[in-house]
């Protein structure tokens, strides 16, 4: 296969990583040993926060009555598609029993986790559509009790669209607390909460190293890198709205990769002189962002044929591929490496990232190689049990002595002779491999 580029990323993840890993994990250990007072100090220093950590009820109320009631009705739509998919989700995992051989049964239960909890990002944007895409769905799984946290800004604390949202969508206990000073107290059960089983939501880079290290303790969605986006387009497909998408995607952040993959030169050419254009037009926070993403991490890949452009996907594992091309189902059955994928130019990835339904916490940096993004199994353990006839246990137990001890495990092989013994006394059996 031949790709030829017509636009090349120029740089890479960032360097540093270990200055920020040093530095995360001082402040997990400081949290770890000193509880409360150490987070409220990181939020003092970080945040300039000197409010309460603890949301209170009033302080959940008067946030509400500050949120524009169309606004609300946005958040309360896209709450209940996320929430739909969610159940639908939640439905195809069941319960399961077969009888093995006579007299043996084994099943599986799926159990949700006791505890989650769910960092919603704040910074320059406030994420709205974070907070109903991780607490839904935890919600949704079962979860008994689901706490957030959201950087507070300075003399205001979480600003009143998020609070609503985290409210609406069920969380149990809200914290004025971001960065790995959130993510701890979560994860240490801080503040008289329960210690989360499993933590879940995007973040910075300080998010994602404290929940890297914390991994093991308690369980994440998902190692995060910064966000990506793939366009694939053919002849039918619409420069303007190819590049508007790629744009949209890039003021995620300064270091956030677009790509197009298309095997139309013209369409790849004109997308290239439509994107500066689009950017220039964008607010100067977004203008900054979209600028760098573009200019150091987009590419632009021409190919020959569906199947290389196909091909050129999956090896890249997209966390967002939008297909903008003709005969969708082709692409539909054909494509296997992606963290979402949006079919025809009637959808956009901007849809998934705020209120259609499926969840926008995507697997990144190649994951979607080997997983899927946030849903309700991730909250879900799915765990094994057995049980057995006396009758069924004897070939079991004559198997496992002799497997045991060609392992040479002969605590296991005992375990299995002591059954056999008191189960069937005076019975004689093969426990040992011949020579």
Known sequence: ????????????????????????????????????QAAIDYAHELDKWDGEILVSNDAIKAAADQVPDQ???????AHSNIQRFAEAQRNTI??????????????????PVDAAGCYVPGGRYSHVASAIMTI????????????????PRPGIGIPPAI???????GADQILNLGGVQGV??????????????????PGNQYVAEAKRLLFGRVGIDMFAGP?????????????????????GQAEHGYNSPVWLVTDQRELAERVMQIVPLLIADLPEINRQNAELAWENYAEIMLCDTREEMAQTADEYAPEHLHVQCAELEWWLNRLRAYGSLFLGEETTVAFGDKSSGPNHVLPTSGA????????????????????????????VAEATARISRLEGMEGHARSADIRLQKFFPGEVFQLHNDP
């Open 1 to 36: 296969m031949t790709v030829e580029y017509l636009k090349k990323a120029t740089h890479t993840a960032d360097s540093g990583q270990k200055d920020v890993s040093d530095q995360v994990a001082k402040m997990l250990t400081t949290i770890a040993e000193k509880g409360d």
């Open 71 to 77: 606004l609300k009705a946005d958040i309360r739509f």
């Open 227 to 247: 966000t990506d986006s793939m366009v694939i387009a053919d002849i039918t497909s619409d420069p303007e709205i190819v590049a508007t998408d790629l744009v």
């Open 163 to 169: 609070l609503f949202a985290m409210d609406i969508c």
């Open 184 to 201: 701890a107290a979560m994860a240490n059960g801080l503040f008289g909460l329960p210690s989360a089983d499993m933590l879940v939501g």
């Open 136 to 151: 839904t769905t935890a919600k949704v799984a079962g979860v008994g009790h689901v706490t957030a946290c959201s950087p």
């Open 94 to 111: 069941t319960d399961c029993e077969i009888e093995i051989i006579p007299g043996l049964r084994a099943g599986q239960r799926t159990i």
């Open 368 to 395: 979607a190689r080997y997983t899927g993004g946030l849903s309700v199994h991730k909250f879900l353990k799915t765990v094994t049990w057995q049980q057995a006839t006396r009758d069924a246990a004897r070939p």
